[in-house]
């Protein structure tokens, strides 16, 4: 997606979801807030959990705390590192996770879907955008309803 990125970067994206199973999703309501609450925890591990690492691994201070904000996507749509972190995120989901994801919610309407894309888009860059419509493999039983999401026309 972006051979040119920077050192940080690259090690942000590898970073960004360490050990992520230390904190199960059900340790926190299943509400709107209970996900932020532990988003906002996840971000917080992972990059504290990624700074341990780079430290042992001799990665000078400045390059820890840039990771670190990076991890914890701090300028999103602002700094152009942490979007490419986001858009990165992003298309992983759609092309790897979306489908077992669906899979997983049979309680949700293809209304709730739809919503959760639209989130996920507004999240992404236009080159992200272009990415995930052409450089990621969608999942293909899911892509009348990702369009209609997310495509202003509806696909």
Do not use: N
């Amino acid at each position: 997606f972006a051979p040119e990125a920077p050192q940080a970067l690259r090690l942000s994206v590898r970073c960004q979801h360490i050990q992520r199973l230390r904190i199960p999703r059900d340790t926190y309501p299943r509400t709107p807030l209970g996900y932020q609450q532990w988003r906002t925890q996840l971000m917080k591990f992972h990059a504290e959990t990624a700074a341990g690492i780079l430290r042992e691994v001799g990665y000078e201070e400045a390059m820890i705390e840039r990771v670190k904000s990076l991890v914890r996507k701090e300028g999103l749509k602002r700094d152009p590192d942490c979007q490419g972190l986001e858009d990165v995120v992003d298309l992983v989901f759609l092309e790897s996770y979306l489908a077992d994801f669906v899979a997983s919610h049979p309680e949700y309407d293809e209304a709730k879907f739809a919503d959760i894309l639209k989130k996920t888009w507004r999240k992404m860059s236009p080159r992200g955008h272009e990415a995930a419509l052409s450089m990621i493999k969608l999942p293909e039983h899911l892509l009348p309803v990702i369009h209609r999401a997310v495509l202003p026309d509806g696909g």
